[in-house]
């Protein structure tokens, strides 16, 4: 039977990867652009294929002005469990809304998408010729035609058991495509300035899409690095800004993380890779600044915040010192030397970061981070949470067999009274689990143990 519901119906058509980024990312995009995320479907699983109902085309052709996560959308005309099903359908969407699309002056073209099988020449050809009992008055052109429509065929996610028939079949016309192209034009691998924990370009705009980043917003990154997460938001319009405790990162100094080059140019830093892009004019600054330690004064100065904090995996997790925090043995300095580095706990990390967010986010504001979790352990219990800041959504992303890291979007729905109102919640309430402390201990032990299991393998 056709999908019953209203008749501005659309059928999303998904790309098969980071298939946890991909519900919240259409969610916040379509509340970004006034629409509401309502469906035929109570949920998607790994399907490619989702039907939703969006208000008017206009807020479907923003929606995939945006979308790194959909590849195509089509206005549904038609859909069926088999070809009569989807030929009833069709008979049955209105010839009014048909015929502004298929009038005599009219050029078009009909393409064939199957997933997860191969169709011939002939049976694509058979599939177009069975249509034409629709009201086509216009001429076919296959190079340059006004309007594209689609048939889209599913055969399920297991393609070691393709059916012989498809599970479900649509037709619709075409609307527009996402932004897939950014993966490969904002790459790391072209990158001018890169570092060792550069955020791949496709994450990097899928967490800019869950903060709802848009033209004209204020955009901080705490733990900036090299700047990957600012260049995703400006492409967006926003104008970025970041802070970062590592001098060499923050000015381009030191060691280049390309293979064969020793040390980095005096051209490679943040500014430049926006200047790369065509984005210079939305830099604002970085800084060399602790993130246990802003210096702001009170107030709410951004509308996102999106940072990728250090797990201790690859870059170490540090902030600044006191002279009274110097650990015993070390041999004290002058009083006018620089705070040492110390040592900064995860969960303290976690906790100056939501309590930094709840206080300089403005309301309906958005943060979105990365929390690595030990999985065997991992229970939603252990994420962070704040009275100032709603959950979003939280998505998981596999680092290896028992490690993840999972992206966590909040967004501010409570005025931030005083810091010193919520400090004393750290171990009770924002925090229950301190586990996060040991990730990267559990990490290399987990990785210890597969390098012993498989030695032993190899050996036997």
């Known amino acids: 039977m056709a999908l019953p519901g209203p008749l501005n119906r659309y059928l999303l058509l998904m790309a098969q990867e980071h298939l946890e980024f991909r519900l919240p990312e259409i969610k916040s995009l379509l509340s970004l652009f006034g629409g509401h995320f309502t469906s035929s479907q109570e949920t998607y699983g790994k399907s490619?294929?989702?039907?939703?109902?969006?208000?008017?085309?206009?807020?479907?052709?923003?929606?995939?002005?945006?979308?790194?996560?959909?590849?195509?959308?089509?206005?549904?005309?038609?859909?069926?469990?088999?070809?009569?099903?989807?030929?009833?359908?069709?008979?049955?969407?209105?010839?009014?809304?048909?015929?502004?699309?298929?009038?005599s002056d009219s050029t078009y073209k009909i393409k064939i998408h199957t997933f997860n099988k191969t169709l011939t020449q002939e049976e694509k050809v058979k599939r177009i010729d069975a249509l034409e009992f629709l009201p086509f008055e216009g001429k076919?052109?296959?190079?340059?035609?006004?309007?594209?429509?689609?048939?889209?065929?599913?055969?399920?996610?297991?393609?070691?058991?393709?059916?012989e028939n498809p599970h479900n079949i649509y037709f619709g016309r075409w609307i527009a495509d996402g932004q897939r192209e950014l993966i490969e034009s904002y790459s790391v691998?072209?990158?001018?300035?890169?570092?060792?924990?550069?955020?791949?370009?496709?994450?990097s705009f899928i967490m800019a899409n869950h903060g709802k980043v848009k033209e004209n917003d204020i955009v901080f990154d705490p733990f900036v690095g090299t700047g990957g997460l600012l260049v995703a938001a400006a492409h967006f319009g926003a104008y970025v800004y970041g802070t970062d405790i590592d001098y060499n990162t923050v000015h381009g100094l030191g060691k280049a993380s390309r293979k064969n080059q020793k040390w980095r140019g005096p051209d490679e830093n943040i500014r430049a890779n926006l200047r790369q892009y065509g984005l210079e004019k939305y830099y604002l600054d970085v800084l060399v600044s602790d993130a246990s330690k802003p210096s702001w004064r009170k107030g709410t100065y951004f509308d996102a915040i999106i940072t990728d904090p250090p797990y201790g995996i690859r870059e170490s997790t540090r902030r600044t010192g006191s002279q009274k925090e110097v650990p015993k043995g070390i041999e004290k300095c002058p009083e006018s030397h620089v705070p040492v580095s110390l040592?900064?706990?995860?969960?303290?990390?976690?906790?100056?970061?939501?309590?930094?967010?709840?206080?300089?986010?403005?309301?309906?504001?958005?943060l979105v981070y990365w929390l690595p979790v030990y999985t065997p352990e991992y229970t939603e219990e252990m994420v962070p949470w704040h009275p100032c800041l709603k959950l979003i959504s939280n998505c998981e992303q596999k680092l290896s067999s028992h490690t993840s890291r999972r992206l966590i979007t909040m967004e501010k729905v409570k005025t931030f009274e005083n810091r010193d109102q919520y400090s004393h919640l750290l171990s009770d309430q924002f925090l229950p689990y301190q586990g996060h402390n040991s990730f990267r201990e559990k990490y290399f032990s987990g990785v210890t143990k597969r390098i012993a299991k498989e030695e032993k393998s190899s050996q036997e």
């Not at 969960?347 to 309590?355: C, I, K, P, V, Y």
């Open 140 to 163: 076919v052109n296959l190079k340059k035609p006004q309007h594209i429509f689609s048939i889209l065929e599913d055969y399920g996610l297991d393609p070691n058991c393709i059916p």
């Open 189 to 203: 691998k072209k990158r001018h300035f890169i570092g060792n924990t550069s955020m791949d370009a496709g994450l």
């Open 48 to 103: 490619p294929f989702w039907v939703l109902n969006i208000a008017s085309e206009d807020i479907a052709r923003n929606l995939m002005k945006r979308t790194v996560c959909a590849k195509s959308i089509f206005e549904l005309w038609g859909h069926g469990k088999s070809p009569e099903e989807l030929y009833s359908s069709l008979k049955n969407y209105p010839v009014e809304k048909m015929v502004p699309f298929l009038h």
């Open 343 to 366: 040592s900064y706990h995860l969960s303290d990390m976690f906790f100056d970061l939501l309590n930094f967010a709840a206080e300089t986010l403005v309301l309906g504001g958005r």
